[in-house]
């Protein structure tokens, strides 16, 4: 390979664990998933490193180095050798760990200005893909999680309501509303059993599906009374940690 002077560097937080993240290098279908249909990798020192852009644009190398599940190596270039030949340059991908998930860091080297700059915008864009396709593997299922929460407030049993959050949120979780400011799991198990006693046989529903980004949910609830009848309505935003717990809700009526 000849001499590469030039680089691009990127830094991204992924809301995932960094085992699931570096899945996304080893094995072909969450690479094709990030990449393209039919894009393929062969996770070894040596093997064939294969993309195909859903346009059709093609580009190939091979791993230079891996480490699992920390870092990895490959050349990369084009398959019609413009702008870079196939093993034309040099990507260094590494992975530590994050307080909401994973920091990915990203290196690519090339031979010549001209050819980095072209892929500038590149990087932006793909890894914003990886960083969605990733989140949306780590947090499938919140569904069930968003449900879980909202039964939160008609169980009576604090013990059961204890043992539900520590299930699905963080010991740490911070809820804001209308009628909440409250902090850690032990300080809202006791704000839902006085919401019981002074809104009795309230109940909230989730509206809908949930809509997922980069570990942050956007809820529609419905509230109604004792009687059936409705109460309210709005939207909860959830954030979500990189093991799929609850870290904070915010609320709005509507």
């Given at each position: 390979?000849?001499?590469?002077?030039?680089?691009?560097?990127?830094?991204?937080?992924?809301?995932?664990?960094?085992?699931?993240?570096?899945?996304?290098?080893?094995?072909?279908?969450?690479?094709?998933?990030?990449?393209?249909?039919?894009?393929?990798?062969?996770?070894?020192?040596?093997?064939?490193?294969?993309?195909?852009?859903?346009?059709?644009?093609?580009?190939?190398?091979?791993?230079?180095?891996?480490?699992?599940?920390?870092?990895?190596?490959?050349?990369?270039?084009?398959?019609?050798?413009?702008?870079?030949?196939?093993?034309?340059?040099?990507?260094?991908?590494?992975?530590?760990?994050?307080?909401?998930?994973?920091?990915?860091?990203?290196?690519?080297?090339?031979?010549?200005?001209?050819?980095?700059?072209?892929?500038?915008?590149?990087?932006?864009?793909?890894?914003?893909?990886?960083?969605?396709?990733?989140?949306?593997?780590?947090?499938?299922?919140?569904?069930?999680?968003?449900?879980?929460?909202?039964?939160?407030w008609t169980e009576t049993?604090?013990?059961?309501?204890?043992?539900?959050?520590?299930?699905?949120?963080?010991?740490?979780?911070?809820?804001?509303?209308?009628?909440?400011?409250?902090?850690?799991?032990?300080?809202?198990?006791?704000?839902?059993?006085?919401?019981?006693?002074?809104?009795?046989g309230m109940r909230l529903?989730?509206?809908?599906?949930?809509?997922?980004?980069?570990?942050?949910?956007?809820?529609?609830?419905?509230?109604?009374?004792?009687?059936?009848?409705?109460?309210?309505?709005?939207?909860?935003?959830?954030?979500?940690?990189?093991?799929?717990?609850?870290?904070?809700?915010?609320?709005?009526?509507?």
């Amino acid at each position: 390979m000849t001499a590469l002077a030039h680089r691009l560097d990127r830094t991204i937080l992924i809301v995932a664990p960094p085992d699931l993240v570096f899945r996304y290098f080893t094995d072909s279908a969450r690479w094709a998933a990030w990449w393209g249909a039919g894009s393929t990798i062969d996770a070894r020192p040596g093997g064939r490193v294969y993309v195909r852009h859903p346009e059709g644009t093609e580009a190939a190398g091979e791993v230079i180095e891996i480490a699992p599940p920390t870092r990895i190596v490959f050349s990369y270039g084009y398959v019609t050798g413009a702008p870079v030949p196939v093993g034309g340059s040099r990507v260094t991908i590494r992975l530590e760990p994050a307080p909401r998930g994973t920091r990915l860091h990203l290196a690519h080297e090339f031979a010549d200005a001209a050819a980095r700059d072209e892929h500038i915008q590149g990087w932006r864009y793909q890894l914003s893909v990886f960083a969605n396709v990733v989140a949306n593997e780590a947090h499938a299922g919140v569904a069930a999680r968003v449900d879980g929460w909202f039964g939160l407030w008609t169980e009576t049993d604090e013990a059961v309501r204890a043992k539900t959050l520590a299930e699905i949120a963080a010991s740490g979780v911070l809820v804001h509303d209308r009628f909440s400011c409250i902090e850690g799991a032990a300080e809202l198990t006791k704000h839902i059993g006085a919401a019981q006693r002074f809104m009795p046989g309230m109940r909230l529903e989730r509206a809908g599906e949930p809509r997922h980004c980069q570990g942050l949910l956007l809820v529609e609830w419905t509230a109604s009374g004792a009687d059936g009848q409705p109460r309210g309505r709005g939207t909860n935003v959830f954030t979500l940690g990189a093991d799929g717990r609850i870290e904070g809700v915010t609320g709005f009526w509507m």
